[in-house]
């Protein structure tokens, strides 16, 4: 089945430092991607996503670009802010279906300091 | 709109005693998922729901987790006879699985969870 692998963390920033969070997938077919980010004490919110090769997804500043050829999706912001402090999870549809149940990286664990 | 919803948000129980746990989907998502995460297992899938039905129970870890899903929309997760290692925070999310081109695709929307503690 598909499966992710996601850059191992925690990861400690100054603020307005630029991030980058990698994630490498392993997949049959085209599925889409994403990025989900969980704050403290929250649940999960989705925070951007990719639905074909060369695909741009962004929010909050946050950006990841669905590469086929390096099967990458790396998750990048130019200047972070304390409020972006929260775990990462990098995700793909299992099981070689293009829509479905969500196989997760271990998650990345940011912490941006003022 | 409403996002998912999940009750109760913190369930502590006893070892052996059974829990009930509830999921209110996004209205008009057909597709609902159940997820666990745990500090040692990460974000783990346990079941998922088309409609009333189903179709993926690969992830239930064992006789003791059972979920129905009933009108299509509110769905209870039942673990009986909970063990230590049941604690964990249940996560459920739901979708509209759409078609882009000719490929299916959805994207989940999560609830805030249950913590569940068995002492």
């Known amino acids: 089945g598909n499966s992710v692998t996601q850059m191992e963390g925690p990861v400690t920033l100054s603020e307005e430092a630029f991030l980058t969070i990698n994630c490498t997938y392993t997949?049959?077919?085209?599925?889409?991607l994403f990025w989900y980010v969980q704050y403290p004490g929250e649940g999960l919110q989705l925070l951007l996503k990719?639905?074909?090769?060369?695909d741009k997804g962004s929010n909050k500043g946050f950006e990841a670009t669905y590469r086929k050829e390096t099967t990458s999706f790396h998750l990048e912001k130019g200047s972070v802010q304390v409020s972006d402090s929260a775990v990462y999870f990098c995700?793909?549809?299992?099981?070689?279906?293009?829509?479905?149940?969500?196989?997760f990286g271990q998650g990345t664990i940011l912490t941006v300091h003022p | 709109g409403a996002g998912v919803s999940q009750s109760p948000s913190n369930k502590v129980t006893e070892k052996g005693k059974d829990v009930e746990l509830r999921c209110d989907p996004i209205?008009?998502?057909?597709?609902l998922y159940w997820y666990r995460q745990s500090l040692g297992q990460g974000l783990e899938f346990l079941i998922y729901f088309q409609g009333n039905s189903a179709p993926d129970k690969s992830g239930l870890p064992s006789d003791r987790f059972s979920a129905e899903r009933t009108g299509g929309s509110v769905s209870t997760l039942t673990i009986q006879r909970t063990q230590q290692e049941d604690s964990a925070v249940y996560l459920c999310?739901?979708?509209?699985?759409?078609?882009?081109?000719?490929?299916?695709?959805?994207?989940?929307?999560f609830g805030p969870g249950t913590r569940l503690t068995v002492l």
């Open positions: 209205s008009g998502h057909t597709a």
């Open positions: 990719a639905t074909k090769a060369d």
């Open positions: 997949a049959t077919g085209y599925p889409s």
């Open positions: 999310a739901s979708s509209l699985i759409r078609t882009l081109g000719s490929i299916p695709t959805d994207t989940q929307y």
């Open positions: 995700a793909l549809p299992s099981g070689g279906t293009s829509y479905g149940k969500l196989t």
